[in-house]
């Protein structure tokens, strides 16, 4: 079962998309969403997001 990982990003913003993303995924390893042994999505399925 794939898990949904509540990425925002703002296409709009001077921040590079990368520096988001990143600090989203820092953000839900922070808060437990994401586990230490959790595979992360593919580019192909966070380009869906």
Known sequence: M?????ISVNKNSVEPLYVQVFEEFKKLIEIGTLKADEKLPSIRELSKV
């Open 2 to 6: 794939k898990k949904h990982y509540p």
